[in-house]
C-alpha cells in the first residue's frame, strides 16, 4: 500500500488523497495546535492547521506581527509551507518557507525529527520541495514578521473598454519595482460590457500596502500614475482585516478564518507560469480573445508581482528557485460545474497555456509546485527514472532538484513515501556516449566524488 499525507487538502491535483493504487490516507486536520510567542516573534504551528487558524492566533496575540502566506484561510500549513507558500507580504518578507527556523517531522523509520537532528539538507529539502516525498511533517516553527497597526487596501477595475490593455501593460514594468511595502496584483477575467452588454474583459487590480494612505498616494502618484488611484479607492484598516479583505470576507468577523471548509467548491483546472520579460501589447490582445472564448465564462488569470525581498534571496537558499529574474507569476484558473463537460474545459485551459509559451520563462518553462498540476509531467508507474522525474522536477527546482534527489538517496532510499510527482531516490549519469543511465546509490557516491561531474564507463 501507498501512503498520501493530507493536511489541508489543497492539492490542485488531489495528490493527498486520491491515488490509482491501494493506499492509505494519514489525515493531520485533527493535528492543529498553534502557540504563539510574542516575545520571541515566533510560533509553533502543527501541520493540520490552515492558514486562516494561524492568521487568527497571531492576531490574538499581537496586531503589529503578520507572516507571509497564502490568501485563501483554508489553505493547510502542511502542504502549503513545504512547497514554498506566498501571499500579500511576498515582495516584503519572502515564502512561508523562507521564514521556517525549526520543524518536526517522522522520517520512513519512524523516528520523530527536529531541525538538529535531521540535519541542513533534509531541513532544507522540506521547505519548498513539497513535503510528500520526505515524509510526514508534524509541526513547523516559524518566524514572525512586523506589520504595521494599519494597512491600506484598495481594488481598482478597469475594463477593456478603460484601457486595461495599456494599464497592464505598464504594470508588468513597474509592479516588481515598487516599494516592498506595495503589493499589486492583477485579477483578469472576463464581465458584462457596461457599454452595449456585450463581453469585455476587466483587469482588477487588487493591492496591500503596508503604510498609510497618506505615504500610498504620493507613492502611487509618482511610480504607477496611470492607474489614477484615488484617496476615495482606499480603506484603511488592521492587517487582519486585510486576511478577510482578500479572500473575499466581510472584515467585521475573524470567525471565519477558524472554519476549515472551503466555501463554493467547483471542479477546476489550474496551471502556473513565470514571465521574465513583459508581453507585448499585440501579446495580451491574445490572451484577451482566449479570455473571451466560450470556455471561459469562469476563468481567470491572476498576475502577482514578484521582486523586493524575491530578488534577495538565492535560488538555491531553499529548492523554490523562482527568485531575481522573473517579473511576475501568473496563476490560470478555469472552473465549470458539469461534470461531463470537464475535457472542454481542460482543453481550453492547455489551449491558453500553448498560446503563452513565446512568452513566459524557457528551458525549462518554470511552474510552482503548490499550483499542481500533472500535465507537465509526471512519474513511470512503479519504480520512476531520473529522467522521467526530471521533466517535472526542473520545471518546479529547475538545478535544486538534483540536490533534493540527493537528500532523497539519503533519507527514503527504497521510495516509500511517493507519489506522481515525488522525487526519486536515484540519480543518472552520463556514460561517454552521452547515454543516460540509471544507477541506484552508488551513482550517488560518483557524484560526490567528482564533485557535481559524472565520469562512468
Ligand atoms: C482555494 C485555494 C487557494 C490557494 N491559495 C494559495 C495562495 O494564496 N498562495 C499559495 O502559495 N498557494 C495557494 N494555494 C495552493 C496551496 O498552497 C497548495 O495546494 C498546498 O499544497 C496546499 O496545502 P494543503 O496542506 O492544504 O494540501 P494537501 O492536499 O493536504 O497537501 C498537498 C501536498 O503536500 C503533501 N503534504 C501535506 N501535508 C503534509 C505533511 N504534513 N507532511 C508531508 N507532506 C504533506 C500532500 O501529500 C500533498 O502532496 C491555494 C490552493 C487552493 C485550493
Ligand atoms: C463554514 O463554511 C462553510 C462553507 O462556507 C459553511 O457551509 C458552514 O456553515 C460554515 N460553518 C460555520 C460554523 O460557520
Known sequence: MQIRVRSGGHDYEGLSYVSQVPFVILDLFNLCEISVDVEKKSAWVQAGSTIGQLYYKIAEKSGTLGFP????????????FSGGGYGTLLRKYGLAADNII??????????????????????WAIRGGGGASFGVILAWKIQLVAVPEKVTVFTIDRTLEQDAINIVHRWQYVAHKFDKNLFIRIYLGRVKSSQDGGRTIRALFNSLFLGSV???????KESFPELGLQREDCTEMRWIESILYFSGFPTESRDVLLNRTQPNVRHFKAKSDYVQKPISTNGLKGMWKLLLGEEAEDASMILSPYGGRMDEISEYTIPFPHRAGNLYKIHYLVNWDEEEASQRYINWIRRLYNYMAPYVSKFPRTAYINYRDLDIGVNNKGNTSYAQASIWGRKYFKNNFDRLVQVKIKVDPANFFRNEQSIPPFLSCWNNNGK?????????????MYSNKLFVD
Not at 214 to 220: F, H, I, R, S
Open 69 to 80: 502566506a497564502g490568501l485563501c484561510p483554508t489553505v493547510g500549513v502542511g502542504g502549503h
Open 102 to 123: 525549526d520543524a518536526r517531522m517522522v522520517d520512513v523509520n519512524g523516528r520523530i525529527l527536529d531541525r538538529s537532528s535531521m540535519g541542513e539538507d533534509l531541513f
Open 214 to 220: 497618506e505615504t500610498l498616494l504620493p507613492l502611487m
Open 436 to 448: 543516460w543511465i540509471h544507477r541506484e546509490t552508488k551513482c550517488f557516491s560518483l557524484f560526490n
